[in-house]
Every structure is written in structure tokens, then in C-alpha cells.
């Protein structure tokens, strides 16, 4: 079904990113910015080896996720090629895409990250839309709903009208590129549901239609033991999602070292802070500490690290377990950074070593 050849190559693509990453690897930020508002500004934030590394191989992994499940399903034994190509090369090209819209915007690029989204939506938008209409009926791509997989010919007709209508979406959305950002976000936002919505309509209605004629013959694309079988891996693959997601959830340390001249924290999913003594003003114990609001950084059930805010500080750094509720509180010349241990004791030990570290 799929050529070996095209896997390994499509895979190495994927991870094309990592080498770039490498290769620039000083010139990149500790801390890179990964996620993007409504008004083009970086918001969200990770760090530069996970950005690197961790990104190309998650992508990797749901691009061989998607290839399993195609090769899994029987009736894409003799699917169109052409349909099976996109499945080859989508998450590849993703991958070059965002990885290097993140890479540009690390290296101070200036890039608008609405005019990449939409450049790249509307593209694939407009491939799979062409292929659309040559995709045999199967359980895994495609249009797949009740009416769809029950019935060849609303399937054909489905989906010939939604190339249509998915081509014409695509192409207006490469013209939103060239609006005010907040427009063409909510443009892009309209289009997806658009183009989701009407095919799904589409369906149904032809599928009256034939309920009217007499000819909306039942006969399922899959048997009861694929339907089965299917159920079963998308339980174990929700199942392993959401226990990586308890494992960032609930994982994770915020370690200290006092070095002679500079106290040094290294935290799991943040970058790595330095303070030198002989810049710190002022230090002060703080009990029932609350964080505030995040602005730049990452928040789990246990950490929060990052940039925050709260009435106290206003704009500060915070390196701190969630479930202790006393923290250090370090005023420098230039910032206020906030960090504690996982235990009160623990805390007031870093607040007494500083105090001995700054006389």
C-alpha cells in the first residue's frame, strides 16, 4: 500500500527540524515561543531543547499513529494512490512549517504567524480537496459518517461535492492572508467551520433524498469485528494521550544549587535561571503565596514556572510546586523571582541559605 521508500523519506522530513535546530543550536534562545494570540504575539512558551526535539519526534509519532490505522484498515488495500500521499506527506510538510515559523520567530525573524497559518491551511486545503473526490470508501479516510460508510453512493457524491467546496475554501483562505489579523483570524475560524459542516449537510440530505427514491441501500463499509477492532485502538490511543498528559500534569522538579557565586535553578519544563548573589536587594519568606496569573510560561497540577502576574509583584518570575503554599520571594535589580521547595522546610532552608549567601 504505502512504498517503503516514500515512509523513510517521509519520516526524515519530519524530523528536518531537529537538524535545523542543531545546527543553530547557539544561536537559539533557552527559551523558545511556541504558541501564538490572537494579535500575532508569542504566548505561550517551551523549552529550547523541547522545541528541538521533543516537537519533530511527537509529530513523528503521529505521522506513523496515521499510518498504522490506514494500513490497519482493509479497505485500503486498493485506496487511490494519490489519496494515500496525502496521508504520506501532510505531517511532514506540518512539520517543516511550524517547526520553522517557531525557528524564525526564535532568530527574530520578523514573520506574521496568521499569514503562515492561513498560507498553510489554505494549501492543504486546496490538495486534499483536489484528491478528495478519488478516495475510495473506508473507515479511515475521508468523510466518515453514518450516511458516508453506509451507502457507496452518498460517499461518491459526499465527497465529490466537499473537493468542491474544501478547493474554493482553500482558496479564499489564501486570500485572507493579505487581512488585519484579527479579521482574518475569524475568517479562518468561519471557513473551517464551513467546511466541515456543509459536506456533513450535504450528506444527509442527499441520503433523504434517497429515502424518497427507495435506493438508500444499507451496506457498511465495515464489518462488526473491524468496527471492533478500531474501537479498540482508539481506546489505546486516547488512553496513552491522556497518560502522557497526567505525566506532564503531575511530573516535573524544581532543583536549586547554591554555586559560590550564584544561585542556579534547574526545572524540568523550563529554562534554566541564574542569580548572582551580589545582585540581590532583598529576599523575604513569603506563607499562603498565590502565583496569579500566567502570562509567558507553563502551569501544571504541580509546577508553575515562568513569567506570571499578581497584584503583589505585577510582572515577575516564578519557579514554584503548587501544592506548597510558602515560597522565597528574591528582589534583584532588574526582576522579582519566586521559587520554593516541595516542602515548607525545604523552602525556609533556600530562604536561610540565601540570607547567608547575600551578607
Same mark, same amino acid.
Given at each position: 500500500m504505502f512504498k517503503k521508500k516514500n515512509l523513510i523519506m517521509s519520516s526524515i522530513i519530519t524530523l528536518l527540524p531537529m537538524l535545523a535546530g542543531i545546527i543553530f543550536w547557539?544561536?537559539?534562545?533557552?527559551?523558545?515561543?511556541?504558541?501564538?494570540?490572537?494579535?500575532?504575539?508569542?504566548?505561550?512558551?517551551?523549552?529550547?531543547?523541547?522545541?528541538?526535539?521533543?516537537m519533530p519526534i511527537i509529530l513523528l509519532g503521529i505521522f506513523w499513529l496515521c499510518i498504522f490505522l490506514t494500513l490497519k484498515d482493509a479497505n485500503n488495500k486498493n485506496q487511490n494512490k494519490k489519496a494515500l500521499g496525502l496521508v504520506t506527506w501532510i505531517l511532514p510538510i506540518l512539520s517543516i512549517f511550524v517547526n520553522g515559523m517557531i525557528y524564525a520567530t526564535a532568530l527574530e525573524i520578523k514573520i506574521n504567524p496568521v499569514i503562515v497559518i492561513a498560507l498553510l491551511l489554505g494549501i492543504m486545503f486546496i490538495a486534499i480537496g483536489n484528491y478528495m473526490p478519488k478516495c475510495k470508501q473506508n473507515f479511515t479516510l475521508g468523510i466518515k459518517?453514518?450516511?458516508?460508510?453506509?451507502?457507496?453512493?452518498?460517499?461518491?457524491?459526499?465527497?465529490r461535492f466537499a473537493g468542491k467546496v474544501w478547493v474554493i475554501g482553500g482558496l479564499i483562505?489564501?486570500?485572507?492572508s493579505f487581512l488585519k489579523i484579527e479579521y482574518a483570524?475569524?475568517?479562518?475560524?468561519v471557513l473551517t467551520i464551513l467546511m466541515v459542516a456543509l459536506p456533513v449537510i450535504y450528506s444527509y440530505s442527499y441520503h433523504k433524498k434517497q429515502l424518497e427514491l427507495g435506493t438508500a441501500t444499507v451496506n457498511p463499509v465495515y464489518d462488526k469485528a473491524?468496527?471492533?477492532?478500531?474501537?479498540?485502538?482508539?481506546?489505546?490511543?486516547?488512553?496513552?494521550?491522556?497518560?502522557?498528559i497526567i505525566f506532564v500534569m503531575f511530573t516535573g522538579t524544581i532543583e536549586p544549587q547554591f554555586n559560590e557565586k550564584s544561585l542556579i535553578i534547574d +526545572?524540568?519544563?523550563?529554562?534554566?535561571?541564574?542569580?548572582?548573589?551580589?545582585?540581590?536587594?532583598? =529576599?523575604?519568606?513569603? $506563607? #499562603?503565596?498565590?502565583?496569579?496569573?500566567?502570562?509567558n510560561g507553563f502551569n501544571?497540577?504541580?509546577? +508553575?514556572?515562568?513569567?506570571?502576574?499578581?497584584?503583589?509583584?505585577?510582572?515577575?518570575?516564578?519557579? =514554584?510546586?503548587?501544592? $506548597? #503554599?510558602?515560597?522565597?520571594?528574591?528582589k534583584t535589580k532588574d526582576r522579582v523571582l519566586v521559587i520554593n521547595s516541595d516542602t515548607k522546610e525545604a523552602t525556609k532552608e533556600i530562604y536561610q541559605e540565601l540570607l547567608n549567601k547575600i551578607k
Open positions: 547557539d544561536k537559539l534562545p533557552e527559551t523558545m515561543a511556541t504558541h501564538f494570540s490572537a494579535s500575532g504575539s508569542a504566548d505561550g512558551f517551551a523549552s529550547k531543547a523541547f522545541v528541538v526535539f521533543g459518517i453514518k450516511w458516508t460508510l453506509e451507502n457507496e453512493e452518498n460517499w461518491n457524491k459526499t465527497h483562505m489564501l486570500l485572507t483570524l475569524i475568517s479562518l475560524l473491524q468496527y471492533k477492532k478500531f474501537g479498540i485502538i482508539s481506546i489505546i490511543a486516547v488512553t496513552l494521550i491522556i497518560i502522557g +526545572s524540568t519544563y523550563w529554562q534554566t535561571l541564574e542569580v548572582k548573589y551580589e545582585d540581590i536587594k532583598e =529576599v523575604e519568606l513569603k $506563607e #499562603n503565596f498565590s502565583v496569579g496569573m500566567k502570562t501544571s497540577a504541580k509546577l +508553575s514556572l515562568g513569567e506570571f502576574k499578581n497584584k503583589e509583584f505585577g510582572s515577575y518570575t516564578v519557579l =514554584v510546586y503548587n501544592f $506548597e #503554599n510558602s515560597a522565597v520571594a528574591i
